[in-house]
């Protein structure tokens, strides 16, 4: 074959030996580019049509995958360049010196092609175990990501092999006296690596975990998890991204499992006038017997507290002496009935009002219960409508709410 077009052209067309050499090897060319080109499109489409049939009869979803992520193509370049490699011995039969750079240069079209066909090899297998339960909010990509920079590396010194033509173990000796400035080149890369490794293995974050980190703005789902940084797109539809090492060097708040828990939690404080805060006379009592949420405790400790004070003889001509109710005890008693008979409350965590210590702007009394509606917008709308409740109950129980004067309040206070 190598010498078809040189005979021809010699002897059937009587040229001479040094033009017939010249289009011997131009032709040669033009043959191995054709039948190159039709094996290409044989393995590209035929092939791979074949093989996609073949992947739709199996139950497993890798070929499928494998097929998507292009891994035919790529395959259909290296052994094309690994057929061309060994015709060129045939086709520069009369051109020597030109053969060795010639095969030079096709070494570095088949590393850079098997680069290709080795990244589509893991994307596949990372998409194929993104379908599984135990890897689909892993970090996958951090993996791929630190596989191809070796690659890249070991392809990079292989090329520069090729080139010179000097042995590989020459390079990675020099490379091994460069590993120090590669440490610091890839520094941030290798943090990253670590990181990744560390929130897989202690799985601190995952993909669609709601995080919040104060640092870097980030507040809202991580969508993406690589080697050096990781994505949050925030409520406002706003993007992040940060440092994959900051998930373990920094401080920040992963909401996961309150999302698996059986609610979200409410703790929210209202400020009491501590002036407003008295005993609860006989009439104030009768009064909040007709609380339909209370009745039975008002009730209760009303008889218990009269029990006592004639048990021991106290003189109740002043309300202060004995044991007395209070109007914001009977406050708290109310809300905590409140929140026990809320729908929206899970009734299984704990649920409680709380009287926090004395500020300057009050008695604090919180509120702590869960939401067992945990979706943002429904949980807001909940606790809203808990707080309404609180603010419109606290005058039938003569107690008011501490706030700042308004500049309305100032002018009214002004004409009087």
Not at 36 to 51: E, I, T
Not at 196 to 205: C, E, F, N
Request: glycine share 4%.
């Amino acid at each position: 074959m190598n010498r078809f077009f040189y005979n021809f052209l010699k002897d059937s067309l009587a040229l001479d030996h040094k033009l017939a050499t010249y289009l011997n090897v131009f032709f040669n060319l033009v043959v191995i580019a054709i039948l190159g080109y039709l094996l290409f499109k044989v393995l590209r489409y035929y092939g791979s049509k074949f093989l996609r049939k073949l992947a739709n009869k199996t139950k497993t979803e890798f070929d499928n995958i494998l097929i998507q992520n292009s891994f035919f193509l790529s395959l259909s370049r290296v052994l094309i360049l690994i057929i061309t490699y060994g015709g060129l011995q045939y086709i520069l039969v009369d051109f020597p010196h030109f053969l060795e750079y010639a095969q030079r240069f096709v070494n570095l079209c088949i590393v850079i092609s098997f680069l290709w066909l080795v990244k589509s090899i893991l994307q596949t297998i990372k998409d194929f175990l993104r379908t599984l339960t135990a890897f689909k909010d892993k970090p996958l990509e951090s993996y791929v990501q630190i596989f191809m920079i070796l690659l890249w590396i070991i392809a990079f010194v292989v090329s520069f092999s090729i080139i010179t033509g000097k042995p590989l173990l020459r390079f990675f000796t020099a490379l091994g006296a460069f590993s120090a400035v590669l440490l610091l080149i890839f520094k941030d890369t290798i943090l990253g690596f670590v990181a990744s490794i560390q929130i897989s293995v202690y799985d601190t974050v995952r993909l669609q975990d709601w995080i919040t980190m104060d640092k870097y703005g980030a507040d809202g789902n991580v969508v993406e998890i690589n080697l050096t940084s990781v994505i949050v797109k925030n409520f406002d539809n706003t993007i992040t991204s940060i440092p994959t090492y900051s998930l373990i060097s920094d401080s920040f708040k992963n909401w996961r499992a309150m999302n698996h828990s059986g609610g979200r939690r409410i703790k929210r404080a209202i400020q009491i006038k501590i002036n407003s805060i008295h005993f609860l006379s006989d009439d104030e009592i009768e009064q909040y017997k007709h609380i339909e949420l209370i009745k039975d405790y008002v009730i209760e400790q009303s008889n218990e507290v009269t029990h006592y004070n004639t048990s021991n003889n106290i003189d109740k001509s002043l309300l202060i002496n004995g044991r007395n109710l209070t109007n914001f005890g009977m406050f708290r008693k109310y809300i905590d009935m409140y929140l026990q008979h809320h729908p929206k409350i899970n009734q299984n965590l704990l649920f409680m009002s709380r009287q926090l210590a004395p500020t300057p702007n009050g008695v604090p009394l919180e509120i702590y219960a869960f939401s067992s509606e945990k979706e943002w917008l429904i949980y807001e709308r909940v606790m809203s409508d808990i707080f309404d409740h609180i603010f419109a109950s606290v005058s039938f129980f003569n107690l008011e709410i501490f706030e700042n004067p308004s500049s309305l309040d100032l002018s009214n206070l002004k004409e009087k």
